[in-house]
């Protein structure tokens, strides 16, 4: 097992964590979704500036995950506030994001990302994790009900111009 570095990310960090989230939906979603609508999706929601925006904001949490040679940046995650993810109650948070490289997948990287994100979500005072996904990724939600998630609800999510259909899925902490 591969002994990735995890750390909270700052906004110097910003960049990396821009890279690795562009980097990572290209190469989960090729093949899924349309080019014009990945490559507008990632312009707007995995930008520097976003990820600049959710590293100073004290009610987001963004993990940065590093190769242990060379600290080069290979996945990540963001907690925040519950956003378009159906009815929350008091003790909500979401899980907003999570990925990792191709390279790293099947490596525990992604295991590690999510017992971080659970542990930080519990030192917050959450009480239940939220998170979308989009119903055609598979690998994704069987890693999600593998960590104990299991869906809830259904939502339309636009990636571009398309509307998608994802699954909401919660667990309880």
Request: hydrophobic share 45%.
């Amino acid at each position: 097992m591969i002994p990735w570095r995890l750390r909270r990310a700052s906004i110097d960090d910003a960049a990396a964590v821009a890279l690795v989230a562009q980097a990572s939906f290209l190469d989960t979603f090729a093949g899924l979704l349309s080019g014009p609508d990945i490559i507008a999706h990632v312009s707007r929601k995995s930008s520097a500036e976003a990820f600049a925006g959710w590293a100073s904001d004290p009610d987001a949490v963004l993990t940065l995950a590093e190769h242990p040679h060379g600290a080069a940046p290979v996945g990540y995650s963001l907690l925040t506030p519950p956003a378009e993810v159906g009815d929350i109650g008091p003790g909500d948070i979401e899980l907003r994001r999570i990925y990792t490289l191709a390279s790293a997948r099947g490596t525990g990287l992604g295991a590690s990302l999510m017992s971080q994100a659970l542990c930080d979500a519990r030192e917050r005072g959450a009480r239940r994790m939220l998170l979308g996904v989009f119903a055609g990724n598979g690998r994704a939600r069987d890693f999600y009900e593998r960590q104990g998630f299991v869906p809830i609800a259904e939502r339309r999510f636009r990636i571009g111009e398309t509307l998608h259909d994802d699954f909401i899925y919660a667990r309880d902490l």
